[in-house]
């Protein structure tokens, strides 16, 4: 009997052991592990750290903020109390005796990292970023139906992976899928064009504009852009415009090839980003400038659509919708360049917006209606 309850106490213990190791303190989101990472980097600098001492941090006050003020009242400090002995009870386990604390009582007490190791918990934290990359790759798996076939098939060729994304698609049982489908011309390029990107590598093809003929370019791919289901490179070119040269993916003729005779040019740092601040998709149309453009909505919804779901990061609400003097309204103004991707969206809205300023843009919108209407 003594035998059998020593067995029961010697197996329950090393399922307390097991417990405690396939815990990771790390794992998680919100307030508790982001006490648990600061009080583990604060204790690994080998300087006494005190719950005053993490929730300044977390708050973002300066040091000893908290040595005469009320701790208990700031928001997280219950998950504090519960990530401080978290972690000072796993770095005991793996490292016996590595603590030392102050010897003080209360607001004061604090506790000084001393063992032998510079990251003791270190493959309880990689094991997180492991988990994390685990996550990424499952969400790549699943958004086979998102990504391009061809931009997902190149970075998981002849893996697992891709095996059973394809496998999920053919079974109908993916479970995410995109409005905009993806069969384009010439969508297999995309990879090849992020590959030259990064290897910064000048690139030979045919372009075909639109009801023109085709003509070769030595081309300086680097950037990568998709609006509206189309995919655009930019760069440099050997022809006007030199810079940021658009080249939709499905104008390009036959093959692309390297060129290894000519020096490779860089976009300057953030140029792209600029290149894009003022516009919506992909064209500065001729003589275009920054413009205040004000839009009027007719109808609660499609204003609501407008604040949810804006044409451009610009877009602000400068008249709630509500009665007005003379009907029922609301507004929104952007800064912005007017180009035909922007007539575009606010065409696809039909009645629901009235653009009132500028007057030009104003024109250009009532010269496309008219055409239409025409043709019915």
Request: proline residues 4%.
């Amino acid at each position: 009997m003594i035998a059998s309850v020593y067995n029961l106490s010697y197996i329950c213990g090393n399922l307390n052991i097991i417990t405690m190791l396939t815990k990771n303190i790390f794992a998680g989101s919100g307030a508790r592990v982001a006490f648990v990472n600061l009080i583990y980097s604060e204790l690994m600098k080998h300087d006494f750290v005190s719950y005053a001492d993490i929730l300044a941090l977390y708050c973002g006050r300066p040091k000893g903020y908290y040595t005469k003020k009320v701790c208990n009242r700031e928001s997280g400090y219950g998950e504090l109390k519960k990530a401080f002995p978290d972690v000072l009870k796993a770095l005991e386990h793996v490292c016996p005796e590595c603590i030392e604390d102050n010897g003080k009582r209360g607001k004061g007490k604090a506790y000084r990292y001393i063992g032998k190791y510079d990251d003791p918990l270190a493959a309880e934290r990689q094991a997180i970023e492991q988990k994390r990359v685990e996550d990424y790759v499952a969400f790549c798996k699943a958004s086979a139906g998102l990504l391009p076939a061809s931009w997902f098939s190149a970075y998981f060729q002849n893996t697992q992976l891709l095996l059973d994304a394809n496998r999920e698609v053919e079974s109908g049982t993916s479970i995410i899928g995109s409005g905009m489908e993806q069969i384009l011309t010439n969508i297999d390029l995309l990879p090849l064009f992020y590959k030259a990107i990064s290897s910064k590598q000048v690139l030979h093809f045919s372009y075909q504009p639109f009801g023109q003929d085709p003509f070769e370019l030595i081309f300086h791919p680097q950037f990568i852009k998709e609006y509206n289901g189309r995919w655009f490179v930019f760069g440099d070119a050997n022809r006007e415009p030199y810079q940021a040269y658009n080249v939709p993916l499905d104008r390009i003729v036959g093959e692309v090839t390297e060129v290894n005779d000519v020096e490779y040019i860089s976009a300057p740092k953030g140029f792209y980003q600029q290149y894009f601040k003022n516009i919506i998709g992909v064209t500065h149309e001729k003589g275009a400038k920054v413009e205040q453009v004000v839009i009027r909505t007719k109808t609660e919804y499609q204003h609501g659509l407008l604040l949810t779901k804006p044409m451009h990061h610009s877009q602000k609400e400068t008249l709630p919708y509500g009665e007005h003097e003379n009907g029922c309204y609301g507004e929104v103004t952007l800064n912005i360049e007017p180009n035909r991707e922007l007539c575009g969206k606010i065409l696809a809205f039909g009645q629901y917006l009235e653009v009132m300023q500028p007057q030009t843009l104003r024109e250009q919108i009532k010269e496309n209606l008219e055409k239409q209407i025409e043709q019915y």
